[in-house]
C-alpha cells in the first residue's frame, strides 16, 4: 500500500480532467445520490477492517468535487476495494463500491502508476483469459505456484490429462485452456476487446502485454477476414 506522500505530483488541471472522466462516465449518476455521513458502508465493508480504507470517504470526496482528495484516493485508496459490493446497502441508495469501480477504470485509462502496480502481478492471468477466452487454466496450478495447497496440487498436476478426461463434459478435455473456446466465439470475443477499448486500456498500463495480445488476436481476426 502507498503512502500520501507517494502520491505522484499533477497539476491542478491534470486532476481536474482526470475527475471530469469519473463524472462523465455514464454509471456515475446512477452510483452517487448524495451521503447521509451514516457510515453504514464502512461497517459492512471488509477492507475497512484491514486497511486505513473508507469507502465513505471516496463517496464524500466524490460528492464534493474535492479534486486532490480523489487524486490522492486513486493514487491509493481505490487498490484497497475488494469489490465485493458488500456497500450497497447504503440507504442513501450510493453505490460506493461501483464508484470505485470508475475510478479504477479511469485511473488504468490514464495509465497512473497505481494500476500499473496494482495490476502487475496480473499479466499472465489477463494474457491468459484474454488470449483464450477462458479463465485460469488447469495447467497454471503447479505446486510451486500453489505452496499452501497441499501435496494435493502435486498429485493433480501430475496427472492432469487424467484428470481432465475423466470430466464428462467434453469441452473440459482440455488443460491449456479451463474448457474448449471454438473459432467462432474467440473471434466475437476478440472484436469485442478492439472495439470497446479494452485492448488500449491494457495499452496504458503493460505496452509489452498489449502488444502479445495484439499480435495473438490480430493473426486470428486476419484468418477470419477481419482487418484491424
Ligand atoms: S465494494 Fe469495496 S468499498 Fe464496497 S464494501 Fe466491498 S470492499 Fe468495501
Ligand atoms: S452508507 Fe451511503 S450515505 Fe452512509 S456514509 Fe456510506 S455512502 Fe454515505
Known amino acids: 500500500m502507498t503512502t500520501a506522500t507517494d502520491v505522484p505530483a499533477a497539476t491542478l488541471e491534470e486532476k481536474q480532467r482526470v475527475f471530469a472522466e469519473i463524472e462523465a462516465d455514464i454509471r456515475f449518476p446512477g452510483f452517487l445520490k448524495g451521503c447521509y455521513e451514516c457510515g453504514i458502508c464502512v461497517a459492512a465493508c471488509p477492507s475497512a477492517r484491514f486497511y486505513d480504507f473508507s469507502p465513505r ?124 473456446v471454438n473459432d467462432k466465439t474467440l473471434t466475437e470475443l476478440y472484436l469485442i476487446w478492439h472495439l470497446t477499448g479494452v485492448l488500449d486500456m491494457i495499452k496504458a498500463i503493460d505496452a509489452g502485454l498489449h502488444m502479445i495480445l495484439g499480435d495473438v488476436m490480430e493473426e486470428m481476426l486476419e484468418e477470419q477476414g477481419y482487418q484491424v
Open 57 to 180: 470517504k471516496i463517496t464524500q470526496a466524490v460528492a464534493r468535487q474535492d479534486v486532490e482528495l480523489v487524486w490522492e484516493q486513486m493514487n491509493r485508496d481505490v487498490w484497497d476495494c475488494s469489490q465485493c459490493f458488500s456497500c450497497l446497502r447504503c440507504p442513501r441508495g450510493n453505490n460506493p463500491g461501483g464508484i470505485i469501480t470508475i475510478m479504477r477504470e479511469v485511473a488504468v485509462n490514464n495509465g497512473l502508476r497505481s494500476a500499473k502496480e496494482a495490476l502487475e502481478g496480473y499479466g499472465r492471468i489477463i494474457y491468459k483469459i484474454m488470449g483464450t477466452g477462458t479463465q485460469v487454466s488447469p495447467d497454471m496450478i503447479q505446486p510451486e505456484a500453489f505452496p499452501d495447497w497441499g501435496p494435493e496440487t502435486r498429485d493433480v498436476s501430475a496427472n492432469l490429462q487424467l484428470w481432465r478426461k475423466a470430466l464428462p463434459p467434453e469441452t473440459l478435455h482440455t488443460t491449456s485452456t479451463a474448457w474448449e
